[in-house]
Protein backbone atom coordinates (compact mmCIF):
# COMPACT_ATOMS: atom_id res chain seq x y z
CA UNK A 1 0.00 0.00 0.00
CA UNK A 2 1.34 3.03 -0.81
CA UNK A 3 2.37 5.84 2.00
CA UNK A 4 2.95 9.38 1.77
CA UNK A 5 4.86 11.02 4.17
CA UNK A 6 4.25 7.76 6.50
CA UNK A 7 0.00 7.87 6.31
CA UNK A 8 -2.14 5.59 4.63
CA UNK A 9 -4.92 6.92 2.41
CA UNK A 10 -7.02 3.47 2.51
CA UNK A 11 -9.56 4.47 5.29
CA UNK A 12 -10.16 8.01 3.60
CA UNK A 13 -11.02 6.59 -0.02
CA UNK A 14 -13.44 3.96 1.57
CA UNK A 15 -14.91 7.26 3.57
CA UNK A 16 -15.13 9.05 0.08
CA UNK A 17 -16.70 6.46 -1.96
CA UNK A 18 -19.31 5.47 0.62
CA UNK A 19 -20.24 9.42 0.76
CA UNK A 20 -20.11 9.29 -3.12
CA UNK A 21 -22.61 6.55 -3.05
CA UNK A 22 -24.66 8.04 -0.41
CA UNK A 23 -24.62 11.27 -2.57
CA UNK A 24 -25.28 9.52 -5.69
CA UNK A 25 -28.31 7.85 -3.85
CA UNK A 26 -29.96 11.13 -3.03
CA UNK A 27 -29.54 13.03 -6.21
CA UNK A 28 -31.27 9.58 -7.38
CA UNK A 29 -33.87 9.79 -4.81
CA UNK A 30 -34.47 13.89 -5.26
CA UNK A 31 -35.08 12.79 -9.43
CA UNK A 32 -37.44 9.80 -8.75
CA UNK A 33 -38.93 12.05 -5.92
CA UNK A 34 -39.88 14.55 -8.26
CA UNK A 35 -40.48 12.60 -11.23
CA UNK A 36 -43.34 10.82 -9.14
CA UNK A 37 -44.56 14.13 -7.36
CA UNK A 38 -44.58 15.30 -11.40
CA UNK A 39 -47.01 12.29 -12.25
CA UNK A 40 -48.87 12.90 -9.10
CA UNK A 41 -49.45 16.50 -10.15
CA UNK A 42 -50.18 15.94 -13.87
CA UNK A 43 -52.81 13.22 -12.73
CA UNK A 44 -54.23 15.55 -10.33
CA UNK A 45 -54.83 18.35 -13.12
CA UNK A 46 -56.29 16.18 -15.76
CA UNK A 47 -58.85 14.67 -13.18
CA UNK A 48 -59.60 17.56 -11.60
CA UNK A 49 -60.03 18.79 -14.78
CA UNK A 50 -63.05 16.12 -15.76
CA UNK A 51 -64.12 16.36 -12.54
CA UNK A 52 -64.92 20.43 -13.10
CA UNK A 53 -66.57 19.38 -16.12
CA UNK A 54 -68.44 16.72 -14.92
CA UNK A 55 -69.34 19.39 -12.61
CA UNK A 56 -70.53 22.22 -14.84
CA UNK A 57 -72.47 19.88 -16.53
CA UNK A 58 -75.14 19.20 -13.73
CA UNK A 59 -75.06 22.64 -13.06
CA UNK A 60 -75.98 23.36 -16.44
CA UNK A 61 -78.63 20.28 -16.23
CA UNK A 62 -80.04 22.14 -13.05
CA UNK A 63 -80.14 25.51 -14.64
CA UNK A 64 -81.75 24.10 -17.54
CA UNK A 65 -84.09 22.18 -15.24
CA UNK A 66 -84.86 25.68 -13.58
CA UNK A 67 -86.30 27.71 -16.69
CA UNK A 68 -88.46 25.09 -17.38
CA UNK A 69 -89.98 24.06 -14.38
CA UNK A 70 -88.76 27.04 -11.96
CA UNK A 71 -91.28 25.37 -8.88
CA UNK A 72 -90.15 21.63 -9.28
CA UNK A 73 -86.67 22.54 -8.33
CA UNK A 74 -87.74 25.08 -5.44
CA UNK A 75 -90.15 22.80 -4.68
CA UNK A 76 -87.91 19.42 -3.50
CA UNK A 77 -88.42 18.17 0.20
CA UNK A 78 -85.18 18.65 1.64
CA UNK A 79 -82.82 21.83 0.82
CA UNK A 80 -79.61 22.20 2.47
CA UNK A 81 -75.76 22.29 2.29
CA UNK A 82 -76.20 18.43 3.11
CA UNK A 83 -79.20 17.07 1.03
CA UNK A 84 -78.14 14.70 -2.00
CA UNK A 85 -79.97 14.87 -5.53
CA UNK A 86 -78.71 14.08 -8.93
CA UNK A 87 -80.08 15.05 -12.18
CA UNK A 88 -82.11 11.86 -14.10
CA UNK A 89 -81.45 12.26 -17.97
CA UNK A 90 -82.55 9.55 -19.41
CA UNK A 91 -85.67 10.85 -21.04
CA UNK A 92 -86.51 14.52 -19.22
CA UNK A 93 -84.36 15.83 -16.85
CA UNK A 94 -85.98 15.11 -13.45
CA UNK A 95 -84.49 16.09 -10.06
CA UNK A 96 -84.01 12.58 -8.60
CA UNK A 97 -82.94 11.96 -4.86
CA UNK A 98 -79.38 10.44 -4.13
CA UNK A 99 -75.75 10.13 -6.15
CA UNK A 100 -75.18 9.00 -9.28
CA UNK A 101 -71.46 7.40 -10.64
CA UNK A 102 -69.88 8.54 -14.15
CA UNK A 103 -67.45 6.45 -15.68
CA UNK A 104 -64.76 9.15 -17.52
CA UNK A 105 -61.57 7.92 -19.48
CA UNK A 106 -61.12 5.26 -16.82
CA UNK A 107 -61.99 6.82 -13.37
CA UNK A 108 -65.31 6.42 -11.73
CA UNK A 109 -66.38 9.82 -10.68
CA UNK A 110 -69.45 10.31 -7.63
CA UNK A 111 -71.48 13.08 -8.32
CA UNK A 112 -74.19 15.19 -6.63
CA UNK A 113 -75.60 18.63 -5.87
CA UNK A 114 -76.90 20.40 -2.91
CA UNK A 115 -80.21 22.55 -3.07
CA UNK A 116 -80.67 25.73 -0.81
CA UNK A 117 -82.65 28.29 -0.01
CA UNK A 118 -81.37 31.83 -0.43
CA UNK A 119 -81.87 35.22 1.88
CA UNK A 120 -81.92 38.50 0.68
CA UNK A 121 -81.18 42.20 2.57
CA UNK A 122 -84.60 43.68 2.80
CA UNK A 123 -82.66 47.17 2.09
CA UNK A 124 -80.44 46.25 -0.25
CA UNK A 125 -81.86 43.30 -1.54
CA UNK A 126 -78.33 41.81 -1.51
CA UNK A 127 -77.58 37.61 -0.49
CA UNK A 128 -76.95 37.38 2.77
CA UNK A 129 -76.19 33.91 4.81
CA UNK A 130 -77.94 35.67 7.86
CA UNK A 131 -80.73 37.79 8.68
CA UNK A 132 -82.73 38.96 5.60
CA UNK A 133 -85.83 37.83 4.40
CA UNK A 134 -86.39 34.42 1.78
CA UNK A 135 -86.15 34.92 -1.93
CA UNK A 136 -88.24 32.36 -3.12
CA UNK A 137 -87.00 33.42 -6.94
CA UNK A 138 -83.03 32.16 -6.13
CA UNK A 139 -81.58 29.04 -5.25
CA UNK A 140 -78.14 28.06 -4.17
CA UNK A 141 -77.08 24.85 -5.81
CA UNK A 142 -73.85 23.10 -5.28
CA UNK A 143 -72.43 20.09 -7.15
CA UNK A 144 -70.03 18.27 -5.68
CA UNK A 145 -67.73 15.81 -7.37
CA UNK A 146 -65.65 12.95 -5.35
CA UNK A 147 -62.97 10.39 -6.74
CA UNK A 148 -60.12 7.80 -5.68
CA UNK A 149 -56.90 9.24 -5.89
CA UNK A 150 -54.08 7.69 -4.77
CA UNK A 151 -55.59 5.34 -1.93
CA UNK A 152 -57.37 8.93 -0.85
CA UNK A 153 -61.15 10.09 -1.99
CA UNK A 154 -60.67 14.11 -3.66
CA UNK A 155 -63.85 16.32 -3.91
CA UNK A 156 -64.28 19.33 -6.11
CA UNK A 157 -67.13 21.70 -5.91
CA UNK A 158 -68.84 24.41 -7.99
CA UNK A 159 -71.45 26.84 -6.65
CA UNK A 160 -74.40 28.87 -9.06
CA UNK A 161 -77.23 30.95 -7.88
CA UNK A 162 -80.34 30.14 -9.79
CA UNK A 163 -82.74 32.98 -10.53
CA UNK A 164 -86.26 32.34 -12.06
CA UNK A 165 -85.44 36.21 -13.42
CA UNK A 166 -83.88 34.33 -16.56
CA UNK A 167 -87.35 34.52 -17.77
CA UNK A 168 -89.20 37.52 -17.38
CA UNK A 169 -92.17 38.30 -19.02
CA UNK A 170 -93.66 41.99 -19.37
CA UNK A 171 -97.99 42.08 -19.16
CA UNK A 172 -98.70 45.23 -20.99
CA UNK A 173 -102.27 46.50 -20.03
CA UNK A 174 -102.98 49.50 -22.97
CA UNK A 175 -106.92 50.00 -23.13
CA UNK A 176 -109.99 50.25 -20.78
CA UNK A 177 -112.18 51.39 -23.03
CA UNK A 178 -114.96 48.45 -22.61
CA UNK A 179 -117.77 47.12 -20.23
CA UNK A 180 -117.08 47.00 -16.62
CA UNK A 181 -118.30 43.88 -14.82
CA UNK A 182 -115.82 41.79 -16.59
CA UNK A 183 -114.15 39.07 -14.25
CA UNK A 184 -112.53 36.83 -16.41
CA UNK A 185 -110.16 35.25 -16.38
CA UNK A 186 -108.80 36.84 -19.60
CA UNK A 187 -105.88 35.90 -21.76
CA UNK A 188 -104.62 38.63 -23.55
CA UNK A 189 -103.52 41.42 -22.08
CA UNK A 190 -105.32 44.64 -24.74
CA UNK A 191 -108.62 42.96 -23.14
CA UNK A 192 -110.46 46.39 -22.97
CA UNK A 193 -112.95 45.01 -20.27
CA UNK A 194 -112.17 45.21 -16.28
CA UNK A 195 -114.02 44.35 -13.25
CA UNK A 196 -115.07 47.68 -11.73
CA UNK A 197 -114.22 51.41 -11.16
CA UNK A 198 -115.15 54.26 -9.66
CA UNK A 199 -114.69 58.24 -10.27
CA UNK A 200 -112.84 57.81 -12.86
CA UNK A 201 -112.53 58.78 -16.59
CA UNK A 202 -111.92 56.00 -19.13
CA UNK A 203 -111.11 55.38 -22.94
CA UNK A 204 -107.68 54.21 -23.80
CA UNK A 205 -105.93 55.54 -20.94
CA UNK A 206 -107.19 56.44 -17.49
CA UNK A 207 -107.61 59.42 -15.65
CA UNK A 208 -109.38 61.12 -12.50
CA UNK A 209 -110.78 64.46 -11.92
CA UNK A 210 -110.12 64.24 -8.53
CA UNK A 211 -109.88 60.50 -7.19
CA UNK A 212 -110.45 56.87 -8.32
CA UNK A 213 -109.70 53.85 -8.93
CA UNK A 214 -109.99 51.00 -11.27
CA UNK A 215 -109.62 47.16 -10.57
CA UNK A 216 -108.53 44.74 -13.62
CA UNK A 217 -110.26 41.34 -15.05
CA UNK A 218 -108.46 38.61 -13.71
CA UNK A 219 -105.25 37.85 -15.92
CA UNK A 220 -104.83 33.98 -16.98
CA UNK A 221 -100.46 33.53 -16.94
CA UNK A 222 -101.34 30.03 -18.30
CA UNK A 223 -98.76 28.48 -15.95
CA UNK A 224 -100.58 25.70 -13.23
CA UNK A 225 -97.49 25.98 -11.04
CA UNK A 226 -97.58 29.62 -10.63
CA UNK A 227 -94.80 32.75 -11.44
CA UNK A 228 -93.30 35.41 -9.31
CA UNK A 229 -94.49 38.76 -9.77
CA UNK A 230 -91.58 41.06 -10.19
CA UNK A 231 -92.23 44.63 -10.72
CA UNK A 232 -94.87 46.95 -11.79
CA UNK A 233 -94.26 50.21 -13.76
CA UNK A 234 -96.94 52.15 -15.58
CA UNK A 235 -96.49 54.92 -18.51
CA UNK A 236 -98.37 58.48 -19.35
CA UNK A 237 -97.90 61.65 -17.41
CA UNK A 238 -98.82 62.50 -13.60
CA UNK A 239 -99.82 65.88 -14.01
CA UNK A 240 -98.16 69.64 -13.49
CA UNK A 241 -97.57 70.81 -9.40
CA UNK A 242 -99.79 69.57 -7.06
CA UNK A 243 -98.75 66.26 -5.12
CA UNK A 244 -100.81 64.20 -7.78
CA UNK A 245 -100.44 60.19 -7.20
CA UNK A 246 -100.45 56.98 -9.17
CA UNK A 247 -100.42 53.64 -7.20
CA UNK A 248 -101.40 50.01 -7.16
CA UNK A 249 -102.32 47.12 -5.49
CA UNK A 250 -101.84 43.59 -6.83
CA UNK A 251 -103.85 40.38 -5.50
CA UNK A 252 -103.14 36.92 -6.49
CA UNK A 253 -104.53 33.88 -6.29
CA UNK A 254 -103.86 30.00 -7.56
CA UNK A 255 -107.73 30.19 -8.55
CA UNK A 256 -109.34 32.23 -11.28
CA UNK A 257 -112.32 32.95 -8.78
CA UNK A 258 -109.70 34.25 -5.98
CA UNK A 259 -110.33 34.37 -3.16
CA UNK A 260 -108.53 38.16 -3.82
CA UNK A 261 -106.70 40.46 -1.10
CA UNK A 262 -105.01 43.09 -2.82
CA UNK A 263 -102.09 44.06 -0.72
CA UNK A 264 -99.25 46.83 -0.81
CA UNK A 265 -95.73 47.32 -0.50
CA UNK A 266 -95.92 46.06 3.33
CA UNK A 267 -98.05 42.99 2.23
CA UNK A 268 -101.22 44.17 3.73
CA UNK A 269 -104.11 46.39 2.35
CA UNK A 270 -103.06 49.32 3.64
CA UNK A 271 -100.22 49.54 1.58
CA UNK A 272 -99.48 50.83 -1.71
CA UNK A 273 -96.84 49.85 -4.40
CA UNK A 274 -96.06 53.51 -5.36
CA UNK A 275 -93.33 54.32 -8.54
CA UNK A 276 -91.95 57.39 -7.99
CA UNK A 277 -93.39 58.35 -11.65
CA UNK A 278 -94.20 57.32 -14.94
CA UNK A 279 -91.49 54.69 -16.57
CA UNK A 280 -90.28 54.03 -13.59
CA UNK A 281 -90.56 50.32 -12.20
CA UNK A 282 -91.46 49.25 -8.84
CA UNK A 283 -89.70 45.84 -7.62
CA UNK A 284 -92.36 44.09 -5.62
CA UNK A 285 -91.14 42.46 -2.42
CA UNK A 286 -89.70 38.97 -2.80
CA UNK A 287 -92.10 37.62 -0.15
CA UNK A 288 -94.94 38.33 -2.09
CA UNK A 289 -96.94 36.74 -5.06
CA UNK A 290 -94.93 33.70 -5.46
CA UNK A 291 -96.12 30.83 -7.03
CA UNK A 292 -99.88 32.02 -8.32
CA UNK A 293 -101.25 31.16 -11.68
CA UNK A 294 -103.82 34.45 -11.75
CA UNK A 295 -103.24 38.20 -10.66
CA UNK A 296 -105.07 40.73 -10.31
CA UNK A 297 -103.96 44.74 -10.13
CA UNK A 298 -105.85 47.63 -8.34
CA UNK A 299 -104.75 51.22 -9.78
CA UNK A 300 -105.52 54.48 -8.03
CA UNK A 301 -105.03 57.81 -8.81
CA UNK A 302 -105.02 60.92 -6.78
CA UNK A 303 -105.20 64.35 -8.27
CA UNK A 304 -104.20 66.81 -5.31
CA UNK A 305 -103.50 70.60 -6.35
CA UNK A 306 -102.09 70.19 -9.32
CA UNK A 307 -103.43 72.17 -12.51
CA UNK A 308 -103.37 68.69 -14.40
CA UNK A 309 -104.51 65.19 -13.75
CA UNK A 310 -102.76 62.30 -14.09
CA UNK A 311 -103.25 59.74 -16.80
CA UNK A 312 -102.41 56.53 -17.33
CA UNK A 313 -101.55 54.99 -20.84
CA UNK A 314 -99.70 51.71 -20.16
CA UNK A 315 -99.49 49.76 -17.02
CA UNK A 316 -96.68 47.17 -17.41
CA UNK A 317 -96.06 43.99 -15.25
CA UNK A 318 -93.38 42.11 -14.88
CA UNK A 319 -93.12 38.53 -13.86
CA UNK A 320 -91.18 35.17 -14.57
CA UNK A 321 -92.80 31.69 -14.75
Known sequence: ?????????????????????????IVAGSVVGALVLSVRTNKYSIESKAASSLGQEILDQTKSLSEGDWVGLYSVSDKSASSTYHIDST????????????????????????????????????ITLTGGSEDPSTQKVTTYIEWAFFGDTTRVSLTQYLTRWSRNTATVF?????????????????????????????????????????????????????????????QGALGV???????????????????????????????????SGPGTSYPI??????????????VQLDKDGASTSPVVEDIIINWSP
Do not use: C
Not at 261 to 268: E, M, P, Q, V, W
Open 91 to 126: STLVIATGTEEVLRDGITYTRWISIENVNRSATSGA
Open 241 to 275: GGTNSVKFQIASSNSSGGPWTFIGSDGTSNTFYVP
Open 1 to 25: MKRRGGASFSGQSLVELIIGIGIAA
Open 174 to 234: TDWSGSSGQDGPITRPDSNYFTSSGDINLSTTIQTGSSGYLISSTFDTGYPDGMKINAILW
Open 285 to 298: PVGQHNNKRYFRYK
